[in-house]
């Protein structure tokens, strides 16, 4: 009897064991996630801070839609986008190089206000509508109408919760006119991170040079902002383009108005530049 109900038990006992191993996995697997999740560029640190992306969220939008396949051909296209974008600043900051003076002059002496009002100024000469998404005209003329209406979804559910995480601690955050000079104040925060880029691109080299020759000639307050108007002269003529004949035009310029001991050092300091060697 014991026998023939030892198999039985056996399976039994098997049964259980399998049902039981099938329930642990279940419960250190965890939930099952659905693979048709929503694609979404929002990301939070482990602290639950939101991290706001690098660059443009056009571009990171732009990337989630489109499948590596399709980014091979219209990659370049997109980048170009963007770039025209970062140069037509940059251009708009040789020509404004009077107002970046100003804000320079501004920051120096601490007035960050002035600053800013400058940096506003700067904003609606460049783009008098002020889009926080200035990119997307361009870029989804390369996308199909599924893309389009899928990249304007990630876009928007970005910009939303980025508007949350900076009304968090505000008992009026769904308002919408509160969330719209919210939006207004980030789209500042951006323009104001690609002025950045966009003058290290195109006046910083200038700004380096001139302290360098600051530093080797130790000039008297005059000379100084005689130097640097000179130069800032110089990059409104050639707007980045300059021959290297003009170049050396311009050190003539600023070699002539310094007295002998002065020149001696700019002449020692170019020397140094032309023929490298050590101290």
Known sequence: MITTRLPRLCLLL???????????????????????????????SMSGDFEQLQGRPEMSAFAAVVD???????????????????????????????????????????DQKAAREIQAQLHEMF??????????????????DEQRKEYKRILEQYW???????????D?????????????????RLFEQ????????????????????????EPTDEQREDIREIVIEHIKAMRNEASPQQRRETMHEIYAMLDEERRTKLFDYLLR????GDE
């Open 14 to 44: 098997l049964g259980f064991c399998t049902l039981t191993s099938h329930a642990q996995d279940d419960l250190l697997r965890g939930p099952d996630l659905d693979a048709q999740t929503p694609t979404t560029i929002v990301r939070y």
């Open 68 to 110: 590596q396949t399709m980014m091979q051909n219209i990659q370049e296209q997109a980048i170009e986008i963007e770039l025209q974008r970062t140069i037509e600043l940059s251009l708009l900051l040789i020509d404004e190089i009077d107002l970046m003076k100003e804000s320079t002059d501004a920051l120096r002496a601490g």
């Open 127 to 144: 783009d008098p509508k002020k889009r926080h998404d200035p990119l997307s005209p361009e870029l989804i003329k390369l996308l199909d």
């Open 160 to 170: 939303e919760s980025w508007t949350d995480w900076v009304l968090r601690d505000r």
């Open 172 to 188: 009026d955050r769904d308002k919408t006119a509160v969330r719209k000079r919210a939006r207004q104040r980030l789209t500042r």
């Open 194 to 217: 690609e002025l950045a880029e966009a003058y290290e691109i195109s006046i910083k080299r200038y700004r380096d040079a001139l302290e360098a020759i600051y530093a080797a000639i």
């Open 273 to 276: 530049i032309a023929v490298p």
